[in-house]
């Protein structure tokens, strides 16, 4: 018997796949570039499985599957990626498949798309979030590329991943060409403000409120009860009542480093080309490399000092609200953020990307799972052109009653000397986007002063470019590199 669907690259995730895949009936030929690790995979993990097959070779593996053929890529992004397609691609024909389901650029699956269209070959490039769990028990799957692509995967693809409340799989085809790995890195981007928030939070609760650990988990565990209700929510609870061997707290045992794998600073780099306030999001890259320095930092601590101490602080019912409304608030911008940078790619690239089914897509498996992804998705089922969460009438009112939790907490982080550049952020996005008249006004009257840049008049029609000459020595000539 043929293989329905093949899959390469078997460390954690790859090998979860497998079995899940199997689980829902599906007959599977692996292949993994060291044999040994197929072999410990079928006597271990896929003991007993008769359709789960291994094969030593990538013309073997290609040879185990029914036409036309499917084959998935679980491999590190990169060149191992091209040079997989390059050595597998010989062995297919025309109308076969390759899943691309790491965390590649999407740029790189563009460019892959583009060139094996020209030789047959459907090339799909797909998010797969969940980690180990979600891989193994139901992800969310964000896959896009060749349209004619989808029939022939969606049936494995719905089967295998996560399912909302109403019994809907949390699997959406995106769009072409690169635009699954797209989402899946604002997905991420996300992520990364999700966990930052998080992170200040509680480093809020431990050093401003001196909340100890297993207070911290009763805090977080209480919240994930209400519209804070999330996957990362949970796991800070749990991870927060976690004891070492010696019964102290796990969480502060481990180094302050963390460590990424790009896809946040890539969200970072898409933003900044297309002209989109990712503020939130690039703040929690931006951490996460400043806790790099720890050696730096230690230094630094023992020279640059902060606020003097004051009164301690209780973490009073109404000063625990404060931080819940105001990490909800927060969350809510950076769901924002990314949906807007989503929007304006999309808009560029012709996608047409259906952000209530993304919505709906991350609702389960995936690591940014929270409840209030219903109302995102009920905001676009309401508005599919809404041009940001923030002025849609449920998340406005959310808002409206969060922000001024928002101001105080990032007023304690200040006078307390607690960094909370994600919180920050948050509100500085919130007071600029609601705000009529920002002072760029200025910023242009400058760049027109020293650059001769020109500027737009308000009692003027806009495209419509004035230039003063302000040293009464410039004379009319103008930059003509204009870009509002």
Same mark, same amino acid.
């Given at each position: ?10 460390? /954690?995730?790859?090998?979860?796949? /497998? ?23 079928? %006597?271990?993990?896929?003991?007993? &499985? ?16 029914? &036409? ?10 990169? %060149? ?28 790189? =699956? ?72 797209? /989402? ?131 973490? =009073? ?42 919505? &709906? ?8 799972? !929270? ?10 089922? &309401? ?44 509100? %500085? ?46 004379? !009319? ?8």
């Amino acid at each position: 018997m043929k293989a329905d669907i093949g899959l390469i690259g078997l460390a /954690v995730m790859g090998q979860n796949l /497998v079995l899940n895949m199997n689980d829902h009936g599906f007959a599977v030929a692996v292949y993994n570039r060291s044999p040994d690790v197929t072999d410990s995979f079928l %006597a271990t993990a896929a003991a007993g &499985r008769r359709t789960i097959t291994g094969t030593k070779s990538l013309e073997a593996l290609v040879a185990s599957l029914a &036409r036309p053929r499917k084959i998935m890529l679980l491999i590190k992004a990169g %060149a191992a990626v091209d040079d997989t397609i390059s050595k597998l691609s010989p062995y297919l024909e025309a109308g076969d498949c390759i899943i691309d389901g790491g965390n590649s650029n999407f740029e790189d =699956t563009v460019r892959r798309s583009r060139e094996l269209s020209t030789r047959g070959l459907l090339f799909v490039g797909s998010g797969v979030s969940g980690g180990e769990e979600g891989a193994r028990h139901g992800p969310s799957m964000m896959p896009g590329g060749d349209a004619a692509a989808w029939p022939l995967i969606r049936p494995i693809f719905e089967a295998i991943t996560a399912k909302t409340a109403s019994g809907e799989p949390c699997c959406a085809w995106m769009g072409p060409e690169g635009s699954g790995h797209f /989402v899946k890195m604002v997905h991420n981007g996300i992520e990364y403000g999700d966990m930052e928030l998080i992170a200040e939070t509680y480093q809020l609760l431990r050093d401003a409120y001196s909340q100890e650990a297993g207070e911290m988990a009763r805090t977080f565990s209480a919240w994930n009860r209400t519209e804070l209700d999330s996957y990362l929510v949970e796991i800070t609870a749990a991870i927060l009542a976690a004891k070492d061997a010696d019964g102290s707290p796990l969480v502060e045992k481990i180094l302050d480093a963390a460590g990424q794998k790009g896809t946040g600073k890539w969200a970072s780099q898409s933003a900044l080309d297309a002209g989109i306030p990712l503020t939130l999001i690039s703040e929690a890259v931006f951490a996460r490399a400043l806790s790099a320095l720890v050696d730096e930092r230690a230094a630094a601590s023992a020279i640059l000092k902060g606020p003097a101490s004051t009164v301690p602080r209780q973490a =009073t019912p109404a000063a625990l609200e404060d931080l819940r409304k105001a990490l909800l608030a927060a969350k809510v911008v950076s769901y924002a953020q990314g949906f807007m940078l989503m929007r304006e790619v999309g808009s560029e690239r012709g996608w047409r990307l259906d952000h209530g089914a993304i919505a &709906r897509t991350w609702r389960g498996g995936c690591i940014i799972r !929270s409840a209030f992804l219903d109302r995102i998705k009920e905001a676009f089922d &309401r508005d599919a052109d809404l041009a940001c969460l923030l002025v849609d009438p449920y998340f406005a009112g959310l808002l409206a009653d969060c922000q001024l939790s928002l101001r105080r907490v990032i007023a304690l982080a200040a006078e307390s000397g607690t960094p909370a550049p994600a919180l920050s952020a948050a509100l %500085a996005f919130y007071d600029g986007y609601r705000c009529a008249r920002l002072p760029a006004n200025l910023l242009q009257a400058q760049r027109d002063y020293f650059g001769a840049h020109t500027y737009e008049r308000v009692d003027r029609p806009r495209g419509e470019f004035h230039h003063t000459d302000w040293t009464g020595s410039g004379g !009319s000539a103008t930059s003509k590199a204009y870009n509002a």
